[in-house]
């Protein structure tokens, strides 16, 4: 079992930054991070594999950066130049899967996070 504590959300003007951080507790291969909007899917926006590699949404390309810090098992996602449309639920989710090419799905997801609401106004 892997149990996934994110911190971080919060409410910020458009243009600014927030960084969203999920702590591990457990084994995990790859990671990535959800969004939802009120009355859309769960879309995976940043994956990380085991390996390292990374996988970005277009919506998000170039202005979000996923990471982690393997010694403190957490993962991160650095989000600039946030834009309204980036107002969502905020989820961090581990596979048993290796890469993000096999875990583009939230059923490929097995684990997690409470979510955290990020709130960009005008």
């Known amino acids: 079992q892997v149990r996934l504590v994110e911190s971080g959300g919060g409410s910020v003007q458009a243009g600014g930054s927030l960084k969203l951080s999920c702590t591990a507790f457990?084994?995990?291969?790859?990671m990535s991070w959800f969004h939802q909007g009120p009355g859309n899917q769960r879309e995976r926006i940043a994956c990380?594999?085991?390996?390292?590699?990374?996988s970005y949404a277009d919506s998000v390309k170039g202005r979000f950066t996923i990471s982690k810090d393997k010694p403190k098992n957490t993962l991160y996602l650095q989000m600039n130049n946030l834009d309204t449309e980036d107002t969502a639920m905020y989820y961090c989710?581990?596979?048993?899967?290796?890469?993000?090419?096999?875990?583009?799905?939230?059923?490929?997801?097995?684990?997690w996070g409470q979510g955290t609401q990020v709130t960009v106004t005008q």
């Open positions: 989710a581990a596979s048993t899967k290796w890469y993000c090419s096999s875990a583009i799905e939230p059923i490929s997801y097995e684990y």
């Open positions: 457990g084994y995990t291969h790859s």
């Open positions: 990380i594999g085991y390996d390292g590699e990374t």
